[in-house]
């Protein structure tokens, strides 16, 4: 176990964590550094992080599950699945207080909602509608509700009036959940509609970050939504070096 855990990115063992302590209550440092096969000051990090994002306490000697958070510990660490977890937490490292963030539709970024760090002082400007009630448990977040036609399937409002009310708006960053990520035809979308508000949202960043599982690269949606040229940084849950991601280096400037 300890070979395959030596080359894992810290967004895995901080799923490990987790998951220990969901089925252990506490654990040690020492012990955590022997499960992972890393050393202790690692494993002192990665808690030192977690409990900043508020998804468990450090206690003396290691950490514990934190019982009293804005919504429960078993929702924010079990309501998506591990890949999607891996991609919110890689996400983190690229939000800063006061910024303005475009989060536009589907469970990826829902992910990367409940991540934040309980007192993450942001703006975000929205058409996901399934985002709000996570959005809403975050005291210092002030929260943009864009206007249009509700989507049921996508759980998104979109049409003429979301992109007018996108374009009064400049973003620091754009969270983009991507239907299709190919390395030939760009980034895709399966609703027309949804595709033009990315469109608009993009035109309105300063920088475009797609959010894109493994199972996304490769497939493509009818509608354009991008070039790859057109995105500052790739996210996906695979180690940044995987062969897998090859096909973009050329075209992304940055990959995570």
């Known amino acids: 176990m300890l070979n395959k855990l030596d080359g894992m990115v810290k967004e895995e063992r901080y799923e490990l964590i987790i998951k ?6 506490k654990a040690g440092y020492d012990d955590l550094a022997i499960k992972f096969g890393v050393s202790p000051d690692t494993v002192r990090r990665d808690i030192e992080q977690l409990n900043k994002m508020g998804l468990l306490s450090k206690i003396r000697g ?3 599950v934190r019982s009293i958070l804005p919504f429960a510990f078993q929702d924010r660490a079990q309501e998506f699945n591990g890949g999607k977890n891996v991609i919110a937490l890689k996400v983190q490292q690229l939000i800063a207080s006061g910024q303005t963030i475009f989060m536009d539709g589907g469970t990826t970024n829902c992910a990367v909602a409940t991540h934040f760090p309980v007192d993450v002082n942001i703006r975000v400007i929205t058409n996901n509608i399934a985002l ?12 943009i509700v864009l206007g249009g036609v509700y989507f049921r399937e996508l759980e998104v409002n ?9 374009a009064q708006y400049v973003a620091d960053l754009y969270l983009m959940g991507a239907c299709g990520v190919d390395d030939t035809m760009g980034i895709t979308a399966s609703l027309r509609e949804d595709g033009e508000a990315k469109q608009a949202m993009r035109r309105a960043a ?3 970050v797609v959010l894109g599982s493994q199972k996304k690269l490769g497939i493509v949606e009818f509608f354009k939504v991008a070039d790859l040229s ?3 940084v790739l996210v996906t849950e695979l180690p940044s070096t995987h062969h897998s991601l090859d096909p973009f ?7 995570q």
């Open 20 to 25: 220990v302590l969901e089925n252990d209550g």
């Open 62 to 64: 290691g950490a514990a």
């Open 132 to 143: 709000l009630p996570i959005l809403s448990r975050f005291p210092k977040i002030e929260i």
């Open 158 to 166: 979109a049409g003429q009036l979301t992109c007018d009310n996108i």
């Open 206 to 208: 300063r920088k475009t």
């Open 230 to 232: 057109d995105v500052n």
């Open 249 to 255: 280096r050329s075209s992304v400037s940055q990959i």
